[in-house]
């Protein structure tokens, strides 16, 4: 009989994506992890397959962790724009409050387009924020918040684009003042689009 888990495997994870995020999958030892997650060698490599197993697994719990966190601050607007600004903002506090790395650019930057998982992850990923962000600006012209002929595609793709920026600045050092100043400007551009 399979001997029960001793740990919990969502904390586990979340300090995978923590080490993950700050030293990225090639400066993350398999003894770091062990270490950051608190559980043993056999663990590891029973519960996620070994070091690669467990990346995979964090930065898909990553990515969907983030585009729900936007979802959520986008539901706290009141209308569709307003709902846009606050999870800009939102995005903006989180990622000048401690200049922690983002994993997906992270992941990005270290494989490219080189390893397919990475890749599909992440491709995954983008495209469930660029459909939140279309359905968003949609919803923005229909409540006459944005230009009717606002390209919806192209506003979505550069707000996805300045997010990316934003985790770059941030890892770079930006505060929170001059990230939440560029989420304003980029609510600001979608309006007078």
């Known amino acids: ?9 969502d904390t586990a994870l979340l300090r ?5 995020r700050d030293k990225g ?9 062990l270490g950051a997650m608190a559980i043993g060698r056999q663990s590891m490599y ?9 990346y995979l697994a964090a930065l898909e719990r990553y990515n969907t962790d983030s585009v729900a966190q936007f979802v959520h601050d986008m539901e706290t607007g009141g209308t569709p724009l307003r709902g ?15 200049g922690e790395g983002c994993m997906g650019i992270g992941a990005v930057l270290e494989f490219g387009r080189s390893d397919a998982e990475v890749a599909a992850l992440g491709d995954a990923s ?10 968003q600006l949609r919803s923005a012209a229909a409540a006459g918040e944005v230009p ?5 595609r192209a506003a979505a793709a550069f707000i996805a684009a300045t997010l990316a920026g934003l985790r770059v600045a941030a890892r770079a050092g930006a505060g929170v003042a001059a990230l939440e100043q560029i989420a ?10």
């Open 126 to 135: 983008a495209r469930a924020q660029l459909a939140v962000l279309e359905q």
């Open 46 to 54: 029973d519960t996620f397959g070994g070091k690669r197993g467990l």
């Open 84 to 98: 846009l600004e606050a999870a800009l903002q939102g995005f903006a506090r989180r990622a000048g409050a401690g």
């Open 25 to 33: 999958y090639a400066g993350a030892s398999t003894d770091d992890l």
């Open 16 to 20: 995978a994506i923590a080490l993950f």
């Open 184 to 193: 304003r400007f980029t609510a600001l551009a979608c309006r007078q689009a």
């Open 148 to 152: 009717e002929e606002l390209d919806v």
């Open 1 to 9: 009989m399979a001997r029960p888990k001793a740990f919990d495997r």
